[in-house]
């Protein structure tokens, strides 16, 4: 390839420039977008800078409320409406002007302290000649450093993405699971254990396996406490012990984390250490790797025949070439956003928790991933709950396999065999023996089976219940399993 070539889509070669249209590079901000748009909210910079405009805020409102600042005046109503005003209308024109204000700062959270100083002297302008507002301009961010600001800016965004985002997305596609049990709780299938015919099950009973296994992750998730610290440049309150003596800082400080709803961590470094991001993005990628084995599942039951894919549910033209396909799309759109979830999960866990010495930087640049992560976790249950109900179970299908089965029959013999050994019935010996002697690299149908069992001389209500069953009705308590509350 010539160097012609190689630059064949340059600008320079008279091509568009697609970067210059604001193209977006993250498949969540193109084609994704519809799907994952909520957690921008919460999780785009934008999002981020919402929430430090609010830490701070309160900060200042915590601090005169308290009169903790000696010789600072009391906020009335009116002043403190407006100070909360600016989060509460925080948009397009915040937005633009905190990027003009960065421009020039070169630090993210500066330019939020300097958009509150604009906020408080524009105050005249709403509440009057006669207030105080504008004199608080040094106020703003008092004994902060940045690192008390992000870390409760991105608890509290985190909280309220995982909250309103991550765990309806989660519950619907548990939703759906218990349902589905429901719904084929008396649907006979057989199991495949290493791939092989194996004793069956009912399709309800499987799929509330799934149910459970996610059930448990999402009320790990539910649980998680989301800390918060506010203690200066090292975690020592040492300014603020210099500046306002007469103020119980850790007192001050455990008030204002918890009125934010967020959970007081009192011994940090210059960082929040992060420990509770670790744990939550730990049972965020288990959570997704339980769901990445059911679409993994749902797509080899829809290979097998077990889930016939309903064709106006899922919308979907199949294969581009070959016209009697309708591919599985979303369970394998779900298995691959579940693997980039869980592979950024994982570093997010496993990086957060260290930082050198008192503080280094690398956590900035990591925790501007954690919108990304959950994206494709959210993306991917949407498509799995979409794809649970673009199917249907094809009863007539699994019913067939189980009656070319008849020798799974063969457990449920050998056992009945050792009961009636040990009740004291004579002629039992080898039971496991004599099963694998009919049953492997042999063809055994109903009557080959029956047979066998009428020749072992079992107690007659034991044969008789065993001459009644039938691949189909071999489950156990698989009905009653797929009710389980979950």
Not at 178 to 192: K, N, T
């Amino acid at each position: 390839m010539s160097a012609d070539q190689n630059t064949l889509f340059s600008p320079s070669h008279g091509y568009q420039d697609l970067a210059a249209g604001g193209e977006p590079l993250s498949p969540l901000d193109g084609r994704y977008r519809a799907a994952v748009s909520p957690l921008a909210n919460h999780l785009s910079e934008a999002g981020l800078n919402r929430a430090r405009t609010h830490v701070e805020v309160e900060w200042l409102v915590h601090l005169l409320d308290g009169r903790v600042l000696p010789g600072a005046p009391s906020l009335t109503d009116a002043e403190r409406d407006y100070l909360r005003a600016l989060p509460l209308s925080f948009g397009r024109p915040q937005i633009k002007r905190l990027a003009q204000l960065e421009a020039v700062t070169r630090h993210d959270v500066k330019a939020v302290e300097y958009l509150i100083g604009e906020h408080l002297a524009a105050a005249p302008a709403a509440l009057g000649e006669g207030t105080s507002l504008p004199g608080l301009r040094e106020a703003v961010h008092i004994f902060c450093t940045s690192e008390d600001i992000n870390n409760l800016a991105y608890a509290l965004t985190i909280k309220a993405a995982t909250e309103q985002v991550w765990l309806p997305a989660a519950r619907a596609l548990h939703g759906r699971l218990v349902a589905l049990a429901r719904a084929g709780a008396d649907v006979p299938m057989l199991a495949h254990t290493h791939g092989q015919p194996a004793t069956p099950v009912t399709m309800g009973k499987e799929m509330a396996v799934f149910a459970h296994r996610f059930g448990r992750q999402i009320a790990r998730v539910a649980a998680t406490e989301y800390l918060g610290k506010i203690n200066g440049a090292t975690g020592t309150w040492a300014a603020h012990v210099v500046g306002a003596p007469g103020a119980d800082w850790p007192s001050v400080s455990r008030s204002f984390v918890e009125g934010l709803g967020l959970a007081w961590n009192p011994l940090t470094t210059q960082i929040e250490s992060h420990d509770w991001q670790a744990e939550l993005y730990a049972d965020m990628a288990r959570a997704g790797r339980v769901a990445h084995n059911l679409a993994t599942d749902c797509w080899t039951y829809i290979s097998m025949g077990y889930f016939h894919q309903n064709l106006a549910a899922q919308g979907s033209t199949g294969s581009s070439t070959m016209p009697h396909k309708v591919n599985p799309i979303r369970f394998e759109n779900a298995e691959a956003n579940l693997e980039v979830s869980a592979a950024l999960l994982d570093s997010l866990a496993a990086t957060l928790v260290t930082s050198r010495m008192q503080r280094d930087l690398t956590d900035s640049t990591t925790q501007r991933n954690i919108g990304v992560a959950i994206g494709h976790a959210v993306l991917a249950y949407d498509n799995l709950v979409r794809g649970l109900d673009g199917v249907d179970m094809d009863a007539d299908r699994m019913a067939a396999d189980l009656d070319a089965n008849w020798a799974v029959l063969g457990e449920a013999v050998q056992q009945a065999m050792r009961a009636a050994a040990v009740g004291g019935a004579t002629g039992m010996a080898n039971p496991y023996e004599r099963l694998k002697e009919l049953t492997r690299g042999h063809e055994v149908g109903a009557a080959e089976m029956r047979d066998f069992i009428a020749g072992l001389g079992l107690p007659a209500e034991v044969e008789e219940r065993l001459l009644a069953l039938t691949p189909a009705a071999y489950v156990g308590l698989s009905s009653r399993l797929a009710r389980w509350e979950h």
